[in-house]
RNA sequence: GGCGACGUAGCCAAGUGGUUAAGGCGGGGGUCUGCAAAACCCCUAUACACCGGUUCGAAUCCGGUCGUCGCCUCCA
């Protein structure tokens, strides 16, 4: 398995340094909904770590809830509620969110707020060894001191300085210190310290909490590319230099941003699209699909097209994975395609590449069946791929049989159809039947036309007719429909 | 200004030195069907932004040009 590190800008084969592999992804700052931004990230994240455990290797998953900061105090006082209501109020949508994505749990979500202890004796220690300073109440890192500083985002010090103004308190001693712990202001929420009431720097919980759950030295550490510099770089710093241990994470991976028109989407641009917005379009495997359809590494632009074509991607898996197997014979052997995901998946996570397996195996399938080859076994394989690594739901079609001729499915996303919706399509369709007999083809095709409108797609099968709907139509536009026909339940 | 990424068919997007340039969506034709839908078959890039170079050979390496984006401040 190859994996790009961030850190040497290359390719390296993938060698975890214990038995277990330890990985820390940056999560959110809940002060509003999360965007498609954080889903792309995310849902990457959950797939490599789901490929890994696909690959066999243990793994424990470390994400953090930065619930404290700036935006949240900010945020809430705009609402005129507590910080921690807010935060956590957005932490309960991140989780919502998370779980409709079919996105698994991490093993722990540490809190910001929760770690203050770990925080404060990162912070002490830094302090002893020279690397930080107190100041004004305030505490930070000499980034002087750390000769490495600059090695993940691949500048200088002097660099930096030379660009852009870096914005700097006055009672830093270096521009570019960075923050460990921040004073409080009147009103704000704080913990007591050594250096007096204040709260954690956005950096340094990321590094107590890798130290606290992970351990001094980790193999993954990933996040979005906006977050190179200056947080991880950061993270680097304050590690490295509190443990003295080199390096203190093994593979850096960095997801590329999602972009929405012709600019990156953020909260802070207000350009965004909340998972939950999209959601309520779009399934989550397609949403997914999306996503995995591109390189992880790769600005991903947002485009309701991108996502339609998505829609009617997952759905040509789902049918694949779905149909008969009315075949005999000897089976179709789906092993090479097998292969083809692994050896996509090894290069690097190419999940578009190992999308194009499934692809075609969905194809192969669809030539087999058709040709009266078993399938089963085939679409077992594709099932359990799509599945298990790349956390597609793909729902198997049942059909309900509501009469010996009719089969209907359910193809809404978490919507049960009532039974009196039932009852009213299932006379519907009884009468299409029945014209079809009679040849009357005008009336058939009218109740097809509109049972289509109303949400409910029919196909003629040798089984019988299927119904599939869409969405959940009216027990009154469908009644308005029969009273049209002149028919009575 | 510094650092980095990208520019492949109508759209999205793999491929990063060598047979006919993946896959998805869309479009055209056909098989099946009463007609559809689904599925299947065929077609849909005259060399991959442009220019120059390295090479027996480049979309793939190097240099330049143009364009787009990201980071350098909070951000997945």
């Known amino acids: 398995m190859r994996v790009y590190n ?42 490599i770590r789901r490929y890994l455990k696909f690959r066999d290797y243990k793994v424990k998953y470390v994400q953090n809830v930065t619930d404290i900061d700036d935006k949240i105090i900010d945020r809430a006082n705009q609402r005129d509620i507590p910080p921690a209501e807010l935060a956590k109020k957005f932490t309960d949508s991140y989780f919502e969110d998370m ?48 000769p490495d500083y600059g090695k993940l985002s691949h500048r200088s010090l002097d660099a930096m300085m030379a660009g852009e103004c870096a914005i700097g308190s006055e009672e830093k001693e270096d521009p570019m210190d960075f923050a460990l712990w921040k004073a409080s202001k009147p009103g704000e929420p704080f913990w007591e310290s050594p250096w007096g009431e204040g709260r954690p720097g956005w950096h340094i919980e990321c590094s107590a909490m890798s130290l606290k759950y992970l351990g001094e030295q980790i193999d993954i550490h990933g996040g ?16 490295e230099s509190f443990t003295g241990k080199k390096p203190f994470v ?16 953020s ?28 390189h992880y590494r790769s600005p991903l ?98 059909y309900l049989e509501l009469t010996e001729r009719i089969l209907i499915r359910d193809t809404v996303k978490a919507t049960v159809i009532p039974d009196t919706v039932n009852k009213r399509v299932s006379r519907l369709i009884e009468e299409r039947l029945k014209c079809r007999e009679e040849k009357k083809w005008q009336r058939a095709d009218e109740i097809r036309k509109k049972l289509d409108e109303l949400g409910v797609v029919l196909e003629d099968t040798k089984a019988g007719t299927r119904a599939a709907y869409k969405r959940a139509p009216s027990v009154e536009s469908l009644d308005s429909f029969l009273k049209e026909l002149g028919i009575t339940l």
Request: aromatic share 8%; net charge negative.
């Open 6 to 47: 961030t850190l040497f800008r290359k390719k390296e084969e993938f060698l975890p340094q214990g038995d277990e592999v330890k990985m820390y992804v940056c999560g959110v700052t809940p002060y509003d909904d999360s965007h498609i931004g954080h889903a792309m990230s995310y849902v990457i994240f959950d797939v």
């Open 99 to 146: 779980d409709a994505l079919n996105i698994e749990r991490a093993d722990v979500y540490p809190k910001a707020t929760g770690e203050i202890a770990k925080i404060i004796e990162v912070i002490q220690g830094l302090i002893d060894k020279g690397f930080a300073y107190p100041a004004d109440g305030s505490v930070y890192f000499r980034v002087r001191k750390d």
């Open 224 to 239: 979005g590319q906006d977050l190179i510099f200056p947080h991880h770089e950061n993270e680097i710093a304050q590690s």
């Open 250 to 265: 093994k593979y850096w991976l960095h997801n590329g941003l999602v972009q929405l028109g012709e600019d990156k989407m």
């Open 267 to 294: 909260k802070s641009l207000g350009n965004l699209v909340t998972i939950k917005q999209a959601l309520t379009k779009y399934s989550p495997d397609a949403i997914r699909i999306f996503i995995l359809n591109s």
């Open 301 to 398: 632009k947002y485009s309701e097209e991108g996502l339609e074509a998505a829609v009617k991607a997952a759905e040509r898996l789902r049918r694949a994975v779905s149909r008969d197997d009315s075949g005999s014979g000897e089976a179709f052997d789906a092993e090479s395609y097998r292969k083809q995901f692994i050896e996509a998946m090894d290069d690097d996570f190419n999940t578009a590449q190992a999308l194009a397996v499934l692809f075609d195996l969905a194809s192969a399938i669809n030539q087999a069946g058709d040709a009266g080859v078993s399938i089963g076994q085939a679409q077992g394989t594709l099932v359990s791929l799509a599945r298990e690594v790349l956390g597609l739901k793909l729902p198997r079609t049942t």
